[in-house]
């Protein structure tokens, strides 16, 4: 049977090549780190709970990539460099058989981004994972949720609604062939953090998110706490290649409270459009542009001709929803 500190030691310890910004990784009682002279530390964390976030029988690769992603998609949408991340983990056994790709899919990851592993806690109970995720920022160009202007475009990362999709097939909502479903099911469970355009987009977009909710309630987010107003064009937004094959209302409702997409949603200055598609080139992400901010209150939803629609999609809510 396998330690606390034999599996610590096998799955979530790492050795890494020096770096000044770690003096201390893993193995004592505190990681020390510093961040690169003049950045700010952009802190975040992401919990995932079984038979809430996940099933109880996921894939544990995909589920290692997943919760360290929806971390990662945090520092993105602020635009913040990742360097490290902590790990709390609560199991119910330690099998190997399930710890083995668990921490292959996060580590493949975490190397991707150079993001580093530097500690965590580990204990036995209903399966939940828990990550802190450090990453780095020059002061003031953050992407906050506060910081959107009248007049601004609203722009989209990706494509949204695949996730949800795949959700409804698990569902039974609607039938899916089982090609549709297994590529709807990877994009639930595979999210693309957005690093490379988050980063790409300091000094361009004013606010930004990660769209983890649902678009409608969380651009609400970023319409409360900049004070202002938005218009979208329900037509305009990126439904993705599995949803394109639905009903036109069902690629709405799942672009606009769709949910697990982890694109990034942000605001720019309609001046700078040259330059947010210039930083979707250079980061190999498309980008593309939804609606306006407005100084009146409210979000607005019109279609294709112009006219407002009626649709109230609500997000999802720990407490209030199913
Ligand atoms: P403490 O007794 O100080 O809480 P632990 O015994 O929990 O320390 O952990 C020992 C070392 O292993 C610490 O450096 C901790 O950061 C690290 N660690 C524990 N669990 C994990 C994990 N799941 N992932 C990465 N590092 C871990
Ligand atoms: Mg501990």
Redesign the pocket.
Known sequence: MLSEFDL?KRY??RQYPSDPRFALG????C?LIAPTKGTQLAISSDMLVSGRHFFADADPAMLGHKCLAVNLSDLAAMGAKPLGF????ALPEADESWLAPFSEGMLRLADQYQCR?I????TKGPLTISITIFGEIPPTTAMRRDAAKVDDDIWISGTLGDARLALAAYWNELALSDSAHLAAARRMHMPAPRIELGMALRGIAHAALDISDGLVGDLNHILTSSQVGASLDVDTLPAGPILTQQTQEIQRQFCLAGGDDYELCFTAPPELREAVLEAGRRSQTPVTRVGKILASRGLQIFDRAGNPLDLRPSSFDHFTSA
Not at 119 to 122: K, P, Q, R, V
Request: hydrophobic share 40%.
């Open positions: 610590i979530f310890h893993n193995g004592d009682d990681a902590t790990l709390a983990i592993l500690g965590g806690d580990t």
